[in-house]
Nanobody, 122 residues
Framework: QLQASGGGLVQAGDSLRLSCAAS????????MGWFRQAPGKEREFVAA????????YVAVSMKGRFTISRDNAKNAVYLQMNSLKPEDTAVYYC?????????????????WGQGTLVTVSS
């Protein structure tokens, strides 16, 4: 089970930190990802992180603003979002897959959280 939290209403330029708590599986051997889905749009890759956290990936359009991290002792993954823009408005989902290989494809992920809404006003 994955439980995302930390979303909310912020102004453009603000920061938010999303958290995702994992349970029911061995978190430390799952590759973790964040995706987002804006109204009327397809689900979009945001960031991902390897089992041990040594490899991180961020979508090109968000690189330099978003950072992904994880704490295996706490079974949690985080998404730090800075300099938020109105176009970042979406429901953000955390996801997990067993293989430690990188993937930005939603279909490759086995477990999904319920999502947390981020709204950025201009």
């Amino acid at each position: 089970q994955l439980q995302a939290s930390g979303g909310g209403l912020v102004q453009a330029g603000d920061s938010l930190r999303l958290s995702c708590a994992a349970s029911g599986f061995t978190f430390s051997n799952h590759f973790m990802g964040w995706f987002r889905q804006a109204p009327g749009k397809e689900r979009e890759f945001v960031a991902a992180i390897s089992w041990g956290g040594s490899r991180t990936y961020v979508a090109v359009s968000m690189k330099g603003r978003f950072t992904i991290s994880r704490d295996n002792a706490k079974n949690a993954v985080y998404l730090q979002m800075n300099s938020l823009k109105p176009e970042d408005t979406a429901v953000y989902y955390c996801a997990a897959k067993y293989s430690d290989n990188y993937s930005n494809m939603a279909r490759d992920y086995d477990y999904w959280g319920q999502g947390t809404l981020v709204t950025v006003s201009s």
